[in-house]
Nanobody, 114 residues
Framework: QGQLVESGGGLVQAGQSLNLSCAAH?????MGWYRQAPGEQRELVAE???????TYGDSVQGRFTISRDIRKHTVFLQMENLKIEDTAVYFC???????????WGQGTQVTVSA
C-alpha cells in the first residue's frame, strides 16, 4: 500500500516563503495538500491529478503552487507571501486510481509569525 512522507514544515515570518514536499511509496491518481488549524475543519489547499488537473483552495489561490514529479512519486507545495492565517498542520493527501479512499501523511507544522 502507498505511504506518504512529508518534509519542509517550519516557522517563517509573514510575507516569506516555504516549500513542502511529499514522497509517495506507490502510484497515485490525485496527490495534494490539506491543512487544519486547531478547532477548525480540515480544508483543501491544493491537489493535482496524475494527468495534471489542478485545484486550489480559494484562500491560497495566487500564492501557492502545487507541482508533481510523476516519476519520483513526489508532490511539492511552493508557498509564497505567507500570512498568519496560513498557520496550520499541513497534511499530504493522495488517492489511488479507481478509489475514493484517501491516504494521509503524518502532517507537518507550518507556523507564520508576524
Amino acid at each position: 500500500q502507498g505511504q506518504l512522507v512529508e518534509s519542509g514544515g517550519g516557522l517563517v515570518q509573514a510575507g516569506q516563503s516555504l516549500n513542502l514536499s511529499c514522497a509517495a511509496h506507490g502510484v497515485f491518481d490525485v496527490m495534494g495538500w490539506y491543512r487544519q488549524a486547531p478547532g477548525e475543519q480540515r480544508e483543501l489547499v491544493a491537489e493535482k491529478s496524475y494527468y495534471g488537473r489542478t485545484t486550489y483552495g480559494d484562500s491560497v489561490q495566487g500564492r501557492f503552487t502545487i507541482s508533481r514529479d510523476i516519476r519520483k512519486h513526489t508532490v511539492f507545495l511552493q508557498m509564497e507571501n505567507l500570512k498568519i492565517e496560513d498557520t496550520a498542520v499541513y497534511f499530504c493527501h493522495a488517492r489511488q486510481f479507481s478509489s475514493t479512499n484517501p491516504y494521509w501523511g503524518q502532517g507537518t507544522q507550518v507556523t507564520v509569525s508576524a
